[in-house]
T-cell receptor, first 110, second 111 residues
Framework: NAGVTQTPKFRVLKTGQSMTLLCAQD?????MYWYRQDPGMGLRLIHY???????AKGEVPDGYNVSRLKKQNFLLGLESAAPSQTSVYFC?????????FGPGTRLLVL | SQQGEEDPQALSIQEGENATMNCSYKTSINNLQWYRQNSGRGLVHLILIRSNEREKHSGRLRVTLDTSKKSSSLLITASRAADTASYFC???????????FGKGTKLSVIP
């Protein structure tokens, strides 16, 4: 089992460009999450999903959109990237309390 | 908003010594988890302790939970260089599996 995978691993964007981050899990988990991690800030929840076809806002949702069309995939979109979105993005999945994390996507917005 | 806060922010010890880090939280919880993050990697779940448990062990890890003080501690015994990482406590939002993470303790174990 690959667990949770994220694509891409690293990306550089110019301000105003758009992109989609892909998260995939092969554990048949119902719940999936997107976090961002910034120095000194810990992990902050962007959006989450409690099942296929559902999404909900987390702590810092502005500037991001998500979709969960298939149970195993959770997409995070940036419609118009801003330098403030420079961060490391982590996806996680869970069936109950314990979350399983992907390796992260490092995003730099110039 | 941060629910759990780890202390200290950074800790440097010699290999073989014990490392203790603490987590304080604000509201009542039914469980608390600890995660480890190696540099440049995703978080890895270490241990979950429920509110009706006072202490839990897993290998060289010992976790305590004091619900009256709203605090938890993680003890790593006989530390190794490979234990060098950041350690985060995480508490659930009421009625959900969403987690709120603290800012972490950065542990450096010197060989």
């Amino acid at each position: 089992n690959a667990g949770v995978t994220q694509t891409p691993k690293f990306r550089v964007l110019k301000t105003g460009q758009s992109m989609t981050l892909l998260c995939a899990q092969d554990m048949n988990h119902e719940y999936m999450y997107w976090y961002r991690q910034d120095p000194g800030m810990g992990l902050r929840l962007i959006h989450y999903s409690v099942g296929e076809g559902t999404t909900a806002k987390g702590e810092v949702p502005d500037g991001y959109n998500v979709s969960r069309l298939k149970k195993q995939n959770f997409l995070l979109g940036l419609e118009s990237a801003a330098p403030s979105q420079t961060s490391v993005y982590f996806c996680a999945s869970s069936q109950q309390e314990t979350q399983y994390f992907g390796p992260g996507t490092r995003l730099l917005v110039l | 908003s941060q629910q759990g806060e780890e202390d200290p922010q950074a800790l440097s010890i010699q290999e073989g010594e014990n490392a203790t880090m603490n987590c304080s939280y604000k509201t009542s919880i039914n469980n608390l988890q600890w995660y480890r993050q190696n540099s440049g990697r995703g978080l890895v779940h270490l241990i979950l302790i429920r509110s009706n448990e006072r202490e839990k062990h897993s290998g060289r890890l010992r976790v305590t939970l004091d619900t009256s003080k709203k605090s938890s501690s993680l003890l790593i015994t006989a530390s190794r260089a490979a234990d060098t990482a950041s350690y985060f406590c995480a508490t659930p939002r009421a009625g959900s599996y969403q987690l709120t993470f603290g800012k972490g303790t950065k542990l450096s174990v010197i060989p």
